[in-house]
């Protein structure tokens, strides 16, 4: 049964610096991973979505890195703002097509 | 493009009572996911549709919830009746098909508190 765990599950910085979110999965059959944002209140929205077959994707001050061997993914964030706080999620698409969740990391961003 | 629809946002029931949650997925989209979310915990597949055929409802306490896709469009959540531990934020999606390179897209969910 595969299993995603975020680590850490809140993290608290001050604006400017350049931070590391970190996801591991247990099976390392997976097809894609998905990093999502969840703001209070809100449903999830996409960041960034990794084949099994790449290594990274970069979306504008985020980067997302994939070593399916090893089962892990890191989220990284440029140049942190305030706006940039929220809870972040990592998801694995299985062998079944469904998404298995991690239980999110908490970010603040402190002016 | 408008996105996942989802309705009520908001909903609190008594214990034993019954609700039902509707969702209206993108335009286009066969595939139709609900998950469950408890407070601060990673979403939980329920069931996920493929056109109006269940794919997965391995997750889903059948002996109270129920769900459907009757016309392959808009699907029903249901719960009945309600416990406490229901109390979570059921969250619907879409994506185009089951081919493994397709985002999947969120609604904003619809929030349970049960009392």
């Known amino acids: 049964k595969q299993e995603v765990t975020q680590i850490p599950a809140a993290l608290s910085v001050p604006e400017g610096e350049n931070l590391v979110l970190n996801c591991s999965f247990t099976d390392s059959a997976i097809y894609n991973l998905q990093w999502f944002r969840q703001d209070p209140g809100k449903g999830l929205t996409s960041l960034l979505l990794i084949q099994s077959s790449q290594r990274e994707q970069t979306s504008g001050r985020l980067n997302a890195s994939l070593d399916k061997s090893s089962g892990r993914s890191t989220l990284y964030i440029a140049a942190s703002q305030p706006g940039d706080s929220a809870t972040y999620l990592c998801?694995?698409?299985?062998?079944?097509?469904?998404?298995?969740f991690g239980q999110g990391t908490r970010l603040t961003i402190n002016p | 493009e408008a996105g996942v629809a989802q309705s009520p946002r908001y909903k609190i029931i008594e214990k034993r009572q019954s609700v039902a949650f509707w969702c209206n997925p993108i335009s286009g989209h066969a595939t139709l996911y609900w998950y469950q979310q408890i407070l601060g915990q990673g979403p939980k597949l329920l069931i996920q549709?493929?056109?109006?055929?269940?794919?997965?409802d391995s997750q889903l306490p059948k002996d109270r919830f129920s769900a459907e896709r009757l016309k392959g469009v808009d699907s029903t959540l249901k719960i009945q009746p309600a416990k406490l531990e229901d109390s979570a934020v059921y969250l619907c999606a879409s994506s185009l098909d089951l081919s493994s390179g397709n985002t999947i897209y969120f609604g904003e969910g619809s929030w349970l508190t049960v009392v």
């Open positions: 998801a694995v698409r299985d062998g079944a097509q469904k998404l298995v």
């Open positions: 549709f493929q056109n109006n055929g269940v794919v997965d």
